[in-house]
């Protein structure tokens, strides 16, 4: 029969038994030296960990791209989609023609407090001196030259004054005295070094293409509306700056873009034109050239940009803040750098590499009342010690299903800002455990996997208990609300209405205020101190070291939501070494 057929073997086979022994099933797992073999351009670095408990060293193996200096996920569809892309061409001529970089020194350790020290004047293939544009930078014109001055050293300054008007106090007991510029940061990072002058950018091969801009910025003219410097040592000049990605863009931001002075915006770097010409007014963008993100050249390799204001999704915005530190460019980064340690903290080290800041959106640490609320709880301790701690942010209007899967989710979008807060008040940073709950109420994000409402529970090293409730529905006003509750009182910043009017239970909302409104102020105090690092006057606020804490602290957030279980921090050191392999 044919079915007996089938069965019997192939002529000359072996028998079961006689065959070469090896795995029964699966296949065997690729090391990183086996991805650094198959593809040329990657090699595998060692990073030696410091001594942990037992006093032993361990050698952690990393897997980078020789030519962009970055680390690589070990997955073969991340390999070849950075292998394939614009970036790494760019960056692989320009080590052919100029020999390659000095290593990056990436930090690895258990310990985020302690890490490896910087090199902050080794030369990079595209730094720059800091300028700070004199006479009228928003003119072009072949004869038309610019003063370009170092940035003068930097220091310690306090960052925005405090209003008080949107506390309300509970507490017994008032200190004895009270500075009246409150520290913004629970560390106080050293200042920038002085650096070294360095060779210009090599220019561009797209220098001479076309450029594709909207039909109202047909030059970078100078107009009325752009204002300029009257502080003392940068007197009669403006900041050039350029902008990455505008659609998922804070409006608060824009609108300090546009009305802050002493800063152009020379450049706007966005594929989607309508998006661009909502976010600004035709009188704005008058000044400001608007290129395609295959044009990025011509912005980085632009003398007379100082600073790259970065927009664009934590999955792109990496590539973006690196590019432009090697310019020379100092970076403000809206969102998150990267959603990955490793990609993120690579971000911070070329910074310091490079000798040029690079300041991260956690906006919040810079509203007023926070600040104020900052000033009571951590320098003249009204509160004691530290029991308690609530918070609310229901965002609106909602933010839009692409930005959130874009944007890493709830937990990297919203929750992140109130864990920097929350660390920065307690002066601790990370919770001992952590659990969170949340739900899926709308079922567009129940299909992308991710929830639109979550509570958060944290107990802190010093016992201090705090709560986070999130949610993306709100529907006639945000609600953004902080407790604080100490052994000798109570803080809280309630919304600020502007009426002063507080509504229960009608139909009609009194006053809609977006989440844009409500941290404008913040928006701006925040933009103002990247402007201020930009001019050396003063370090970036948030750390290296804080920055990583605070996504890490994110993704146990998540990690607990996911698997239905609280997760204990005090014995998860973060570990630089884990590394994901796929099975070929």
């Given at each position: 029969?044919?079915g007996?057929?089938?069965?019997?073997?192939r002529?000359?086979?072996r028998p079961?038994?006689?065959?070469?022994p090896?795995?029964?099933?699966?296949?065997?797992?690729?090391t990183?030296?086996d991805?650094?073999?198959?593809f040329t351009?990657l090699g595998?670095?060692?990073?030696?960990l410091e001594p942990?408990?037992?006093?032993?060293s361990?050698v952690?193996?990393?897997l980078?791209?020789?030519s962009?200096?970055?680390?690589?996920?070990?997955r073969?569809?991340?390999?070849?989609?950075?292998l394939?892309?614009?970036?790494?061409y760019r960056?692989?001529r320009l080590?052919k023609?100029?020999g390659?970089r000095a290593?990056i020194?990436?930090?690895?350790?258990?310990?985020?407090?302690?890490?490896?020290s910087?090199?902050?004047?080794?030369?990079?293939?595209?730094?720059?001196?800091?300028f700070?544009?004199?006479?009228n930078p928003?003119i072009?014109?072949?004869g038309?030259?610019?003063?370009?001055?170092?940035?003068?050293?930097?220091y310690h300054?306090s960052?925005?004054p405090?209003?008080?008007?949107?506390?309300?106090s509970?507490?017994s007991v008032?200190?004895?005295?009270?500075d009246?510029?409150p520290?913004?940061?629970?560390?106080h990072p050293?200042?920038?070094a002085?650096?070294?002058?360095?060779?210009a950018?090599v220019p561009s091969?797209?220098?001479?293409q076309?450029?594709?801009?909207?039909?109202?910025s047909n030059?970078v003219?100078s107009?009325?509306s752009?204002g300029?410097?009257?502080?003392?040592?940068?007197?009669?000049?403006?900041?050039?700056l350029?902008?990455f990605?505008?659609g998922l863009?804070?409006?608060?931001?824009?609108?300090?873009?546009?009305?802050?002075?002493g800063?152009c915006?020379?450049?706007?770097v966005?594929?989607?034109?309508?998006?661009?010409?909502?976010?600004?007014?035709?009188?704005?963008?008058?000044?400001?050239?608007?290129?395609?993100?295959?044009?990025?050249?011509i912005?980085?390799n632009d003398?007379?940009?100082s600073?790259?204001?970065v927009?664009?999704?934590?999955?792109?915005?990496?590539e973006?803040?690196?590019?432009?530190?090697?310019a020379?460019?100092?970076?403000?980064c809206?969102?998150?750098?990267?959603?990955?340690?490793?990609?993120?903290?690579?971000?911070?080290?070329e910074?310091d590499?490079?000798?040029?800041?690079?300041?991260?959106?956690?906006y919040?640490?810079?509203?007023?009342?926070?600040?104020?609320?900052?000033?009571k709880?951590h320098d003249?301790?009204?509160?004691?010690r530290?029991?308690?701690?609530?918070?609310?942010?229901?965002?609106?209007?909602?933010?839009?299903?692409?930005?959130l899967k874009?944007?890493?989710g709830?937990?990297y979008?919203?929750a992140?800002?109130?864990i920097d807060i929350?660390?920065?008040l307690?002066?601790e940073?990370?919770?001992?455990?952590i659990?969170?709950?949340g739900?899926?109420?709308?079922a567009d994000?129940a299909?992308?996997?991710?929830?639109d409402?979550?509570a958060v529970?944290?107990k802190?090293?010093?016992g201090?208990?705090?709560?986070l409730?999130?949610?993306q529905?709100?529907?006639?006003?945000?609600?953004?609300r902080?407790e604080?509750?100490?052994?000798q009182?109570?803080l809280r910043?309630?919304n600020?209405?502007?009426?002063?009017i507080?509504e229960?239970?009608?139909s009609?909302s009194?006053?809609?205020?977006t989440?844009?409104?409500r941290y404008?102020?913040?928006?701006?105090?925040l933009?103002r101190?990247?402007?201020?690092?930009?001019?050396?006057?003063?370090?970036?606020?948030i750390?290296k070291?804080?920055?990583?804490?605070?996504?890490?602290?994110?993704?146990?957030?998540?990690?607990?939501?996911?698997?239905g279980?609280?997760v204990?921090?005090?014995?998860?050191?973060?570990d630089v070494?884990?590394i994901?392999t796929?099975i070929?």
């Amino acid at each position: 029969m044919r079915g007996s057929a089938l069965c019997r073997p192939r002529k000359g086979a072996r028998p079961a038994a006689a065959r070469a022994p090896g795995p029964a099933m699966g296949r065997k797992k690729k090391t990183l030296h086996d991805y650094a073999a198959e593809f040329t351009d990657l090699g595998v670095k060692r990073h030696l960990l410091e001594p942990g408990g037992a006093g032993e060293s361990s050698v952690v193996e990393t897997l980078y791209c020789k030519s962009c200096e970055l680390p690589m996920r070990v997955r073969r569809d991340r390999i070849l989609e950075h292998l394939s892309s614009g970036r790494h061409y760019r960056n692989r001529r320009l080590v052919k023609q100029h020999g390659p970089r000095a290593p990056i020194l990436l930090s690895a350790g258990s310990d985020l407090g302690t890490s490896l020290s910087m090199q902050l004047d080794t030369p990079s293939l595209l730094s720059q001196p800091s300028f700070i544009l004199s006479t009228n930078p928003c003119i072009t014109s072949t004869g038309t030259s610019y003063g370009m001055v170092p940035s003068p050293p930097s220091y310690h300054k306090s960052l925005i004054p405090v209003h008080p008007s949107a506390i309300s106090s509970t507490t017994s007991v008032t200190s004895a005295r009270e500075d009246q510029k409150p520290s913004t940061s629970t560390s106080h990072p050293s200042a920038f070094a002085a650096l070294h002058m360095r060779n210009a950018p090599v220019p561009s091969k797209q220098s001479a293409q076309r450029l594709v801009i909207s039909e109202a910025s047909n030059s970078v003219a100078s107009g009325g509306s752009v204002g300029r410097y009257s502080s003392s040592g940068t007197s009669g000049s403006n900041i050039g700056l350029a902008l990455f990605g505008v659609g998922l863009g804070n409006k608060a931001l824009f609108q300090s873009l546009m009305e802050e002075n002493g800063c152009c915006l020379l450049y706007i770097v966005e594929d989607q034109l309508p998006e661009v010409e909502r976010a600004f007014n035709t009188e704005f963008l008058a000044n400001t050239r608007v290129l395609r993100q295959q044009d990025a050249d011509i912005v980085l390799n632009d003398q007379r940009v100082s600073g790259a204001i970065v927009c664009s999704p934590p999955e792109a915005a990496s590539e973006i803040v690196i590019d432009a530190l090697r310019a020379g460019k100092g970076v403000f980064c809206e969102k998150l750098p990267s959603l990955d340690r490793q990609t993120a903290e690579a971000c911070f080290d070329e910074a310091d590499r490079c000798g040029r800041p690079l300041v991260c959106g956690f906006y919040k640490r810079f509203d007023p009342a926070l600040q104020f609320l900052y000033k009571k709880v951590h320098d003249s301790q009204a509160l004691g010690r530290i029991h308690r701690i609530s918070t609310v942010s229901s965002i609106y209007p909602a933010a839009s299903l692409s930005f959130l899967k874009k944007s890493g989710g709830i937990f990297y979008n919203a929750a992140v800002h109130d864990i920097d807060i929350i660390s920065l008040l307690l002066g601790e940073s990370a919770p001992d455990t952590i659990f969170s709950l949340g739900h899926a109420f709308c079922a567009d994000m129940a299909y992308l996997k991710d929830a639109d409402t979550v509570a958060v529970s944290m107990k802190f090293p010093s016992g201090a208990i705090v709560t986070l409730d999130v949610s993306q529905h709100c529907t006639k006003s945000c609600d953004q609300r902080l407790e604080v509750h100490g052994s000798q009182g109570t803080l809280r910043v309630d919304n600020q209405n502007p009426l002063g009017i507080t509504e229960h239970g009608t139909s009609v909302s009194i006053y809609s205020q977006t989440q844009a409104d409500r941290y404008k102020e913040a928006y701006r105090e925040l933009f103002r101190h990247f402007l201020r690092t930009l001019k050396g006057k003063e370090p970036p606020v948030i750390t290296k070291e804080q920055f990583l804490w605070t996504i890490q602290v994110a993704a146990a957030a998540e990690q607990s939501w996911r698997n239905g279980s609280a997760v204990d921090l005090r014995n998860e050191a973060i570990d630089v070494s884990l590394i994901k392999t796929e099975i070929m």
